[in-house]
Each structure stands twice: as structure tokens, then as C-alpha cells.
């Protein structure tokens, strides 16, 4: 497939009326929701509402400019390499829509498990409300990094478009999710991503951290232990919340942390250990009044979504 074949694919193919089409109704929905909290008096953090907003205007500006082509353009090199090619019809993009969902499940394990990816990721987790603006509360650091994890797709023949709007259609499933309004919905709960499933995500309950990665099927978290349901009530956020609401503040604060606690290693090694390894690991000359908090979710060894 020519280059300018491919370039021609986000303007011109099918799919994109599907990819415009749900991210209007993500935004009616989200706007729904927003005017029955009004009328209904729910309690909401509107400060927070707001920052949510504020980030999600940021993240549509930054994806209308060159940056969003950096994922495009890292992968071509590698799907014009690949001898495997897939063609795109109807059972190839159900394909596609399955491997970018088992693809966003390690993506967004690992997200939560390696501190400088949670240093983005953590945006989408500090809010200590759940509700569909949650939805849009992305970093704008994760276009950055994100196409990496479609690698595998394009070595095994899909083309960069097929992937990379396989991969936002798994996104955009997730929005609908973000909400308090839909209750428990019985054996949907235990195949699909649902708003129970994922409140389990969001919450840092000691029971909920690091639980429900998928995308939009959980199979994936059956299958790696990492599945649970939502039983006692949900406290979201963060162990250890960040209390702004700029989202400047909320965008980078955890780049700030790792950055201050870089400036107290000791050695090349144990600053690459804070910057790539897990959440909580500090240097054992760090005292406990010393150590910056790293991800104020963490379990264990360690994800986020995602997304």
C-alpha cells in the first residue's frame, strides 16, 4: 500500500465516520450527564469538571497539529519492512479491534507498573470524582510515547492506519464507562469493560488498586490475574492526592516528583531505576521523611486507565 494511499485513509475511509460519529456521542452523553447533575443536584467537584475540560481542549489542540502524525510516521518504517501484510476488510478489522484491545491491556499495565509512564498516566487518576469528563482527562504526554505499543500489530501485518484506529476505537468504547450513573450489570460485568468494572480501576481502595486493565473485553484481566468486582464502595483518586485543580499542575506534578528525587540519587543506576522502574522503588539512603511519593496508587509491585 503506497504511502499516499495510507495518508489518504484518515480523510476518505469508512471508519473515520465511525470514529467521528462516537466521539459525538462521548461528548452528547457527556454533555447529558453534566446537565442531569445540575437538575439533580448530584455532588460534584465542578473545580475538577473544569480542569477536565481544560485538558481535554488541550489534547484535541495538540492532536490537530504535526505531533499526532508522530505515531504514523515512527511506524511506517516497520510495517514497509514486515513480509506479513493483512488486508483490510470487515473480519480483518474485528481482528484489529481485538489485538489493539490486547494491546491497550499491557499497554495500560504498564503504565501503571513503570514510573515514568505513570508520570502521564497518573493524570487520567487523579480526579477524586467519577464522572464522563473523567473520560477526557488524558495527558497530553501519552501521544508521545503510545505508538509504540502497536509495534507488534504492524510486524504482524496490519497497516499503521488499521492499527492506530483500532487502538482509538478501543479508547473511545471507554468513555461511556466513566460514570456513577450506571449500576452493576450483571453478567455484562464479567466479559465486557463496564462502568462497575471500571469504577474498580479508578479506585484506591487497598482491595481495587491495580485491578482492571482492559479495554473493552476482560478476558485479558482474567486471564493475567488481574480482574476483580466491585464490592465495597469506591474511593477515587489517588493514595495520595495531588488537591489541584490546575491543569498544569495536574498534568506534571509527577514529573516533578520524579525529577526531585533524581536530584537526591547517588549513582547513574539508581537514577535510572527512578526514572524506568517500578512505582515505589526508592534507593535504600532515602529516608522515609525524604522520599518524594511516587504513584499514590500503587500495589505491590506496582497499572493504568486505557484509556
Given at each position: 500500500?503506497?504511502?499516499?494511499?495510507?495518508?489518504?485513509?484518515?480523510?476518505?475511509?469508512?471508519?473515520?465516520?465511525?470514529?467521528?460519529?462516537?466521539?459525538?456521542?462521548?461528548?452528547?452523553?457527556?454533555?447529558?450527564?453534566?446537565?442531569?447533575?445540575?437538575?439533580?443536584?448530584?455532588?460534584?467537584?465542578?473545580?475538577?469538571?473544569?480542569?477536565?475540560?481544560?485538558?481535554?481542549?488541550?489534547?484535541?489542540?495538540?492532536?490537530?497539529?504535526?505531533?499526532?502524525?508522530?505515531?504514523?510516521?515512527?511506524?511506517?518504517?516497520?510495517?514497509?519492512?514486515?513480509?506479513?501484510?493483512?488486508?483490510?476488510?470487515?473480519?480483518?478489522?474485528?481482528?484489529?479491534?481485538?489485538?489493539?484491545?490486547?494491546?491497550?491491556?499491557?499497554?495500560?499495565?504498564?503504565?501503571?507498573?513503570?514510573?515514568?509512564?505513570?508520570?502521564?498516566?497518573?493524570?487520567?487518576?487523579?480526579?477524586?470524582?467519577?464522572?464522563?469528563?473523567?473520560?477526557?482527562?488524558?495527558?497530553?504526554?501519552?501521544?508521545?510515547?503510545?505508538?509504540?505499543?502497536?509495534?507488534?500489530?504492524?510486524?504482524?501485518?496490519?497497516?499503521?492506519?488499521?492499527?492506530?484506529?483500532?487502538?482509538?476505537?478501543?479508547?473511545?468504547?471507554?468513555?461511556?464507562?466513566?460514570?456513577?450513573?450506571?449500576?452493576?450489570?450483571?453478567?455484562?460485568?464479567?466479559?465486557?469493560?463496564?462502568?462497575?468494572?471500571?469504577?474498580?480501576?479508578?479506585?484506591?481502595?487497598?482491595?481495587?488498586?491495580?485491578?482492571?486493565?482492559?479495554?473493552?473485553?476482560?478476558?485479558?484481566?482474567?486471564?493475567?490475574?488481574?480482574?476483580?468486582?466491585?464490592?465495597?464502595?469506591?474511593?477515587?483518586?489517588?493514595?495520595?492526592?495531588?488537591?489541584?485543580?490546575?491543569?498544569?499542575?495536574?498534568?506534571?506534578?509527577?514529573?516533578?516528583?520524579?525529577?526531585?528525587?533524581?536530584?537526591?540519587?547517588?549513582?547513574?543506576?539508581?537514577?535510572?531505576?527512578?526514572?524506568?522502574?517500578?512505582?515505589?522503588?526508592?534507593p535504600a539512603y532515602f529516608s522515609d521523611g525524604e522520599a518524594t511519593p511516587a504513584k499514590p496508587k500503587l500495589q505491590g509491585s506496582s497499572t493504568k486507565q486505557g484509556q
Amino acid at each position: 500500500m503506497s504511502l499516499d494511499h495510507l495518508v489518504s485513509l484518515f480523510d476518505l475511509h469508512q471508519m473515520m465516520l465511525v470514529v467521528a460519529g462516537l466521539f459525538l456521542i462521548n461528548i452528547s452523553l457527556t454533555g447529558f450527564e453534566v446537565i442531569l447533575d445540575l437538575t439533580t443536584k448530584k455532588e460534584r467537584r465542578w473545580k475538577d469538571t473544569l480542569a477536565n475540560c481544560a485538558i481535554f481542549i488541550a489534547h484535541q489542540v495538540i492532536e490537530r497539529t504535526a505531533i499526532a502524525s508522530l505515531g504514523f510516521v515512527a511506524l511506517l518504517p516497520l510495517y514497509y519492512l514486515t513480509p506479513l501484510s493483512i488486508p483490510m476488510t470487515a473480519w480483518t478489522w474485528v481482528l484489529a479491534i481485538l489485538a489493539a484491545d490486547f494491546t491497550y491491556y499491557w499497554m495500560h499495565r504498564l503504565e501503571h507498573e513503570h514510573r515514568i509512564l505513570w508520570a502521564s498516566h497518573s493524570v487520567h487518576h487523579s480526579s477524586q470524582d467519577y464522572n464522563l469528563t473523567v473520560g477526557f482527562r488524558l495527558s497530553v504526554i501519552e501521544g508521545f510515547y503510545e505508538w509504540a505499543f502497536l509495534i507488534p500489530m504492524i510486524l504482524l501485518g496490519f497497516n499503521p492506519f488499521q492499527a492506530i484506529v483500532g487502538l482509538i476505537l478501543v479508547a473511545q468504547y471507554q468513555h461511556w464507562i466513566h460514570t456513577e450513573r450506571v449500576g452493576k450489570l450483571g453478567w455484562l460485568d464479567e466479559i465486557f469493560n463496564t462502568p462497575s468494572v471500571h469504577r474498580v480501576h479508578h479506585g484506591s481502595n487497598a482491595q481495587y488498586l491495580d485491578k482492571n486493565y482492559g479495554g473493552i473485553l476482560m478476558i485479558w484481566d482474567k486471564l493475567f490475574g488481574t480482574f476483580a468486582r466491585e464490592e465495597d464502595k469506591v474511593v477515587y483518586g489517588l493514595t495520595r492526592n495531588i488537591r489541584s485543580n490546575n491543569p498544569v499542575t495536574i498534568t506534571f506534578v509527577e514529573f516533578a516528583h520524579i525529577w526531585a528525587d533524581l536530584k537526591k540519587c547517588r549513582t547513574f543506576s539508581d537514577r535510572m531505576r527512578i526514572i524506568f522502574g517500578g512505582l515505589s522503588w526508592r534507593p535504600a539512603y532515602f529516608s522515609d521523611g525524604e522520599a518524594t511519593p511516587a504513584k499514590p496508587k500503587l500495589q505491590g509491585s506496582s497499572t493504568k486507565q486505557g484509556q
